[in-house]
């Protein structure tokens, strides 16, 4: 039922095949037992399927090329939400620049799926204090899906 979208494979999610399988998988992992779920409860994705060279940014070309894989991903997999995780999936998803901030506590549609917007793990590894505003949007995913 939750789909949840971020940004590339790193290293580690590169070498196993795996999304979030680092650092900020441990904390995705955190975040989704907080609203009790787990990891086999929920699709986990990125936009990219492979890590970019050096983590860099992903290219609006390579963004591009990994999309018709992405929409098969949704496709089939009909969820009931997307919980799009950072700045890239959220930029993708939604078609804007707008800052990562200024996108999240809103519940959007995606082709008819209700989308939304929290901070990337690894972000929130960085800055824990914005975890709070994390917990607010994981509550709006529990509300959606009536857990
Ligand atoms: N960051 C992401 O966006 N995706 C992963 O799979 C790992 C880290």
């Known amino acids: 039922d939750l789909l949840i979208i ?6 580690e999610e590169d070498s196993l095949g795996e999304p979030f399988v680092g650092q900020a998988g441990k904390l995705l ?33 390579e963004i591009i090329c990994c999309d018709s894989y992405l929409q098969r991903q949704i496709a089939l997999i009909q969820p009931k939400v997307i919980l799009a995780v950072g700045r890239v999936a959220a930029h993708h998803l939604l ?14 549609s995606y082709n008819g799926i209700p989308l939304l917007v929290t901070y990337h793990p ?23 899906l009536s857990i």
Request: charged share 25%.
């Open 122 to 144: 690894a972000y929130l590894l960085r800055m824990p204090a914005e975890k709070g505003k994390a917990w607010q949007d994981l509550l709006q995913v529990k509300k959606i």
């Open 6 to 11: 971020g940004e590339a494979p790193g290293a």
């Open 29 to 61: 992992d955190a975040m989704l037992h907080a609203i009790q779920l787990d990891r086999q409860q929920v699709y986990i994705t990125n936009v990219l399927k492979c890590r970019p060279p050096q983590n860099r940014d992903p290219h609006t070309s």
């Open 95 to 108: 078609l804007t620049q707008a800052a990562l901030g200024s996108l999240r506590g809103r519940k959007y």
